[in-house]
């Protein structure tokens, strides 16, 4: 039994419109992920300055669960990076990515002297 008629003009439009959007998602998450740093900055100021207030809110968690209903989790890790590491160091994470920071994070938590070893010298794996 052989399938439908091969209608190859549409095959070829969808196919192309499938492969466009794709490409403009791995576009947008790479945006986002570089941008990380960038809101942690952000989210750090809002609650500093208590902007949340300026909305109605009773805290800065309402401020989170409004604008990160799925996950406040990672603004709070958002908001790590940007506390934990100087500015030098935070514009290289925009590079690797906001949840290898996070690990990173975890690290200089442990111990936040041996991180700058770990940038200057990204082959010396002896500080993990």
Same mark, same amino acid.
């Given at each position: 039994m052989r399938g439908p008629e091969l209608d190859s003009r549409r095959a070829i439009d969808v196919l192309t419109k499938i492969d466009d959007l794709l490409?403009?998602?791995?576009?947008?998450? !790479?945006?986002?992920?570089? #941008?990380?740093?960038? &809101?942690?900055?952000?989210?750090?100021?809002?609650? !500093?300055?208590?902007?949340? #207030?300026?909305?109605? &809110?009773?805290s800065f968690d309402e401020f989170l669960e409004k604008r990160f209903p799925q996950s406040r989790r990672k603004a709070y890790y958002r908001m790590a990076i940007h506390e934990r590491f100087?500015?030098?160091i935070r514009r290289d994470l925009?590079?690797?990515?906001?949840?290898k920071?996070?690990?990173l994070v975890r690290i200089v938590?442990?111990?936040?002297?041996?991180?700058?070893?770990a940038f200057s010298n990204p082959f010396d794996e002896s500080w993990t």
């Open positions: 490409s403009w998602q791995r576009k947008s998450e !790479t945006e986002r992920d570089k #941008r990380f740093v960038e &809101l942690g900055a952000y989210l750090c100021e809002v609650r !500093t300055g208590q902007y949340w #207030r300026i909305e109605n &809110l009773r100087p500015s030098p925009r590079e690797i990515g906001w949840s920071a996070t690990d938590r442990r111990d936040g002297n041996r991180i700058h070893r």
